[in-house]
């Protein structure tokens, strides 16, 4: 027994103190929900921000499980005051629309110093100074959202601070500057975030950043365009710090890629500027008005651009800025360097060939951002500096399972070449889809090993992702999914129907859903039917099948040994040990060996052992479990509706054992052919 250390007395003047504060109201942390599309009214979104508004404190505001589609805004902007935390359902299923007639959301002078988060909503079709969201002094977060389509900046902060996490600016807007983003008095962070075609109509297609200091850190800027300068990037009196990150494909009349001037401070760490084209300064141009500056390069690639003046990098001659190259960078083409006056540094390259002998095209390299892989042979592979890669700097561009180096020497540019194994690659990505994290090393060593050992027994390497996705999507973290917090506070993000299969889609089959796909399986979900039968329709589906094959080619199982697996998978949501396997095989092959009788035998008896069996006995599942692990264990998929309420009115009305239904399902033709094929395998050799 324990026991409890009573308190120390508490004192008259802290009694005093109680006193006077109980006498004060006391404010109180509030959820409101979001029920409805309706821009106005019980249940909407407007209505909840303006009672949160009302009611002082850390308000959170939620949406409707299996709430989906646009919501319109009609009655103007919506005007934030109070600190908030808006938890949306995912990107790829709600949107807020600002109708082409007002702004999206305003964080009011009324936020100066308090938070505001953003999660995982789409902001599109707004109008106005930051029509997407419009800040002024507050501390913002946007993760895992997109901004699209927004004209006068998909994001305007004045003041206070921004942070950016997984998130999508793509064809947002501005007549001056600023398409995507546009910072003023407000550093900035943009972690792996992409930002492509955006305009803007004087400077900073992508991002501008006005007496501010902004890090990118493992993003991609692409295809942004301004009129006059930094068609990816323009800084005037910031700093701007790139780190793994990708530039390309961007245009302007100076500086195509990024523009620096007014006093700016720029650099460029373990990056990619390539493919943006411009007048003067295809890749980089500095200080175009004349302001003194400071840029400097370390590790990075600036090539394959285009300009009349100045390919790479344009100076004009009479600034008084310095350039610095720290050496390690790959410039040019074709043996031209592309730069003008500027000077590179001794250990600099200049790319001898083409710039498709150096790096590839813009794709989807693993990571949440697009990239450009150098390719075999290239100049780019070993020829970077250790030493200048920044501090707590561990992985390329594309995050964890893609360390900074690969064969003791960094390459050159936002990425390295060579890939990870196929099976730590979707280990990876299934920590990022299903949790929203990167993986822990301990975690992804285990999952490793789990297949390495799965191919050793001889089972297919798709049911270490079964299992790994089962037990991923009915965990807790995922259930109440953390949402990516700078200030270190924890929110947490229920995750609803349509998140959930959206999940799904993106896990399995690498895609979003298309909204039939998603209508058809939230039906379901919302009538009754479990999620783990949607799960197991999704583990073995064709698609599901197409995807592994194309990562691991053909992986097949001997018949006994499959349902050998399918059986510690339903029953006890686990990979086979090596003794439970090996002494369930042996008795499989002895049956095999003997007669078709004998394996039926076997299959009723194994079959009868893993249900009776103690492990399976501590699951305690209940009726719906028991059906679901059925489905799973037998029919390797999910079941129906009316299928699974079938089978559960059986138990529960104890029309049937839960035995006898085992029994159904060994004894169902679809079973029996799976059992037939075990007898077809015969012996072993």
Request: proline share 3%.
């Amino acid at each position: 027994m324990f026991c409890r250390q009573l308190p120390p007395p508490v004192s008259f003047k802290l009694l005093i103190a109680l006193s006077l504060f109980s006498s004060l109201s006391i404010v109180q942390a509030a959820t409101f929900t979001v029920t409805t599309l309706n821009d106005s009214g019980a249940g909407s979104l407007r209505q909840a921000v303006i009672d949160a508004n009302a009611n002082l404190g850390t308000d959170t505001i939620a949406f409707q499980a299996g709430l989906t589609g646009t919501i319109t805004l009609t009655s103007g902007e919506i005007q934030i005051t109070d600190i908030l935390t808006l938890n949306g359902p995912g990107a790829s299923v709600l949107a807020i629309s600002g109708n082409q007639a007002s702004r999206i959301f305003y964080a009011t002078s009324a936020m100066s110093g308090k938070a505001l988060t953003i999660n995982q909503l789409t902001l599109k079709n707004g109008i106005y100074g930051g029509s997407g969201i419009y800040s002024v002094g507050s501390r913002l977060t946007v993760n895992q959202c997109v901004l699209s389509d927004n004209k006068e900046a998909g994001l305007y902060a004045v003041g206070g601070a921004v942070v950016v996490n997984n998130s999508t600016f793509s064809g947002n807007s501005n007549r001056y500057a600023g398409g995507g983003l546009a910072i003023q008095d407000a550093p900035t962070v943009v972690n792996d975030s992409t930002f492509i075609s955006n305009s803007a109509g004087d400077y900073g297609g992508g991002i501008i950043a006005r007496t501010s200091n902004l890090t990118v850190n493992n993003s991609t800027l692409a295809y942004n365009s301004a009129v006059n300068w930094g068609g990816g990037i323009a800084s005037y009196d910031s700093t701007v710090t790139l780190n793994n990150s990708t530039v390309f494909g961007n245009s302007a009349s100076g500086g195509g890629g990024i523009a620096t001037g007014y006093y700016g401070n720029t650099r460029v760490n373990n990056s990619t500027v390539s493919g943006n084209s411009a007048t003067t300064g295809g890749g980089m141009s500095l200080a175009e008005r004349g302001a003194s500056y400071t840029v400097t390069l370390a590790n990075s690639i600036v090539a394959g651009n285009s300009a009349a003046t100045g390919k790479e990098i344009y100076r004009t001659p009479e600034n008084t800025g310095i350039f610095t190259s720290l050496g390690h960078n790959l410039f040019g083409e074709s043996g031209a360097d592309g730069l003008v006056n500027v000077t590179k540094a001794a250990t600099d390259l200049v790319l001898p060939g083409a710039i498709a002998t150096a790096i590839g095209d813009l794709a989807n390299n693993g990571g949440p951002t697009q990239t450009l892989l150098p390719v075999a042979g290239s100049l780019a592979i070993d020829h970077g500096d250790n030493a200048l890669i920044p501090a707590g700097v561990t992985t390329d561009q594309r995050g964890v399972g893609f360390p900074r180096i690969v064969n003791t020497t960094v390459d050159i540019g936002a990425v390295e070449a060579g890939t990870l194994p196929p099976a730590q690659a979707l280990i990876e990505s299934y920590y990022q889809t299903i949790l929203g994290r990167t993986p822990d090393a301990a975690g992804v060593a285990y999952w490793k090993s789990e297949t390495n050992r799965t191919q050793r027994l001889g089972l297919d390497i798709k049911d270490v992702f079964r299992v790994m996705a089962g037990i991923f999507f009915t965990s807790a973290e995922y259930l109440n999914r953390p949402a990516l917090l700078a200030s270190g506070e924890i929110h947490l993000l229920s995750t609803g129907d349509a998140q959930y299969i959206t999940d799904l889609y993106r896990t399995f089959f690498q895609r979003d859903p298309d909204p039939d796909g998603l209508s058809y399986w939230t039906q379901p979900l919302a009538e009754g039917l479990p999620r783990s039968m949607v799960l197991y329709n999704f583990v073995f589906s064709k698609e599901f099948d197409g995807t592994m094959q194309k990562q691991f080619g053909d992986t097949p199982a001997r018949s006994e040994d499959a349902t050998i697996g399918d059986f510690y998978r339903g029953y006890l949501n686990r990979l086979p040990d090596d003794d439970g396997f090996a002494f369930w095989q042996g008795r499989f092959r002895t049956a095999q060996c003997t007669n078709a009788d004998a394996v039926r035998a076997e299959v009723e008896s194994i079959s009868n052992q893993f249900q009776a069996g103690t492990e399976y006995a501590t699951r305690q599942r209940s009726p719906g479990d028991y059906v679901s692990d059925l489905y799973y264990a037998f029919l390797r998929r999910g079941g129906d509706l009316a299928g699974y309420n079938y089978w559960v009115n059986q138990i529960s009305s104890q029309s049937a054992t839960r035995d006898q239904v085992r029994q159904a399902f060994v004894n169902s033709s679809e079973f029996q052919t799976r059992v037939s094929q075990i007898i077809d395998q015969g012996c072993a050799p």
